[in-house]
């Protein structure tokens, strides 16, 4: 990929809940899907940051995949809020 190459990015998601002793967010999937693997742009009125997903959780039972009208739980880098956007590169 080119240095300053614009990515696009699709909105697959919006943070529904935050657990700040544990530092997980929860996901509410909305379009398209979330692997594990996926590089996440997590953005919002004071959040910003990019993570690699390494795992997801449904109701403790760890996912590969993600699809639309599912909730799931992943560990995040750093704090984020309720309504935050979810985007992945496309």
């Known amino acids: 990929m080119l240095l300053g190459a614009i990515m696009e990015e699709m909105q697959v998601g919006k943070v529904s809940h935050y657990f700040t002793k544990i530092g997980v967010a929860v996901i509410e999937v909305?379009?398209?899907?979330?692997?594990?693997?996926?590089?996440?742009?997590?953005?919002?009125?004071?959040?910003?940051?990019?993570?690699?997903?390494?795992?997801m959780q449904i109701e403790q039972d760890k996912i590969q995949v993600a699809e639309p009208g599912q909730s799931i739980g992943m560990k995040v880098n750093e704090p984020v809020?309720?309504?935050?956007?979810?985007y992945k590169e496309v």
């Open 81 to 86: 809020r309720q309504h935050d956007i979810v």
């Open 30 to 55: 909305t379009d398209g899907s979330i692997k594990v693997g996926d590089e996440l742009h997590i953005k919002g009125h004071t959040t910003d940051f990019r993570q690699k997903v390494s795992s």
